[in-house]
C-alpha cells in the first residue's frame, strides 16, 4: 500500500495562486494514474483532475479547467496541483489519490482509487 502525503496548502487572497504537492511512498507510484479531489465543509467529496502514469494526459472537472495544472515527476514520486485564479468556492480540503489501475479511464469516481493521503486545507478569502 501506498502511502501518500500533501503539502501546501494554506491561507490565500481570491485571485491568488498555490501549489499542492503529494509525496509518495513507495516505488509502485508512477505505474498508475493519480488524482486530486477536495471536499469544502458540508459537501460530497468532488473530482478536481487526473494524471495517468506517464503524465502525457490529464483531466480537469470543469469547475477548475483553465485555472489548475495537474503533473507528476516520477523520479521523485510526487504529484503536483498548481492552482492559479483561485476562488472562494475553491475552499477545501485537498487530497490526493492513487488510482487501482495503469488504465486511464472512470478517473472521476473516487471509487477508482484506492490509497488517500490526510489531505491539505486550502482556504481562499474573498
Known amino acids: 500500500q501506498v502511502q501518500l502525503v500533501e503539502s501546501g496548502g494554506g491561507l490565500v487572497q481570491a485571485g491568488g495562486s498555490l501549489r499542492l504537492s503529494c509525496a509518495a511512498s513507495?516505488?509502485?507510484?508512477?505505474?498508475?494514474?493519480m488524482g486530486w479531489f477536495r471536499q469544502a465543509p458540508g459537501k460530497e467529496r468532488e473530482y478536481v483532475a487526473a494524471?495517468?502514469?506517464?503524465?502525457?494526459?490529464?483531466n480537469y472537472a470543469d469547475s477548475v479547467k483553465g485555472r489548475f495544472t495537474i503533473s507528476r515527476d516520477n523520479a521523485k514520486s510526487t504529484l503536483y496541483l498548481q492552482m492559479n485564479g483561485l476562488k472562494p468556492e475553491d475552499t477545501a480540503v485537498y487530497y490526493c489519490?492513487?488510482?487501482?489501475?495503469?488504465?486511464?479511464?472512470?478517473?472521476?469516481?473516487?471509487?477508482?482509487?484506492?490509497?488517500w493521503g490526510q489531505g491539505t486545507q486550502v482556504t481562499v478569502s474573498s
Open positions: 489519490a492513487k488510482s487501482k489501475t495503469n488504465v486511464f479511464v472512470l478517473f472521476s469516481l473516487a471509487g477508482t482509487y484506492d490509497s
Open positions: 513507495g516505488r509502485i507510484f508512477r505505474d498508475y494514474g
Open positions: 494524471i495517468n502514469w506517464s503524465g502525457d494526459s490529464t
